[in-house]
């Protein structure tokens, strides 16, 4: 069974950062693409980021490029979101997921969640 176990989110000011992790379980994390998703109040899920397995190649959607940072430790079967420079509107859960190709917006193997809320 897959399990992803997202935390690291909380309330930070605009222009702050914080740093997700999403820790995987019963499944092969090294050769798995992974990425992270979010879903602000009232809104529907909006893909951010993959990294692919072994050559850990990164795509980011055009909010999230020059201020997120998709990364993986495969000896730690761990996923992290570092996430720079953050604006009211990047307000969301996020969520990380095990896609089965890239840019998905709303994959169904996903965590629970961490709350990200930017305010001042």
């Known amino acids: 069974e897959v399990q992803l176990v997202e935390s690291g989110g909380g309330l930070v000011q605009p222009g702050g950062s914080l740093r997700l992790s999403c820790t995987a379980s019963?499944?092969?994390?090294?050769?798995?693409?992974m990425s992270w998703v979010r879903q602000a109040p009232g809104k529907g899920f909006e893909w951010i980021s993959d990294i692919t397995p072994r050559s850990g190649a990164t795509f980011y959607a055009d909010s999230a490029k020059g201020r997120f940072t998709i990364s993986r430790d495969d000896a730690k079967n761990t996923l992290y979101l570092q996430l720079n420079s953050l604006k009211i509107e990047d307000t969301a859960m996020y969520y990380c997921a095990k896609p089965q190709s890239f840019r998905i917006i709303n994959p169904p193997q996903r965590g629970q969640g961490t709350q990200v809320t930017v305010s001042s």
């Open positions: 019963g499944f092969t994390f090294r050769n798995s693409i």
